[in-house]
């Protein structure tokens, strides 16, 4: 079975910078796309950004364009999510999500998800 962990959740002042981490297993193969997805106090989870692990292509929300970068190692079956410049409303628990077949950050495409991790930006 694929399981996903995610980590690096912190509390950062605002304009800090935070890494997460989303550790894969189970993988049959490399041609998984891996999403991050957030859902911040009081709101409905929103996605963040993708990444193919064998194409490497990339998608980001309007929001965290030129802010967040999403990175993947796959020798280490890891994606991250370089999250730079952060910002208040970049509060929320994050979490990661896998799936070999779609593409794209529709929710319901992907089958497997991670624990949340929480990330907290103070002002």
């Known amino acids: 079975d694929v399981q996903l962990q995610a980590s690096g959740g912190r509390l950062r002042a605002g304009r800090g910078s935070l890494r997460l981490s989303c550790t894969a297993s189970g993988f049959a193969s490399d041609d998984y796309t891996i999403a991050w997805y957030r859902r911040a106090p009081g709101k409905q989870r929103e996605g963040v950004s993708c990444?193919?692990?064998?194409?490497?292509?990339?998608y980001y929300i309007e929001d965290v364009k030129g802010r967040f970068t999403i990175s993947s190692d796959n020798a280490k079956n890891t994606v991250y999510l370089q999250m730079n410049d952060l910002k208040t409303e970049d509060t929320g628990v994050y979490y990661c999500?896998?799936?070999?077949?779609?593409?794209?950050?529709?929710?319901?495409?992907?089958?497997?998800w991670g624990q949340g991790t929480q990330v907290t930006v103070s002002s």
């Open positions: 990444i193919n692990l064998r194409d490497q292509s990339i």
């Open positions: 999500a896998a799936d070999a077949v779609g593409w794209g950050m529709m929710p319901h495409m992907y089958d497997y």
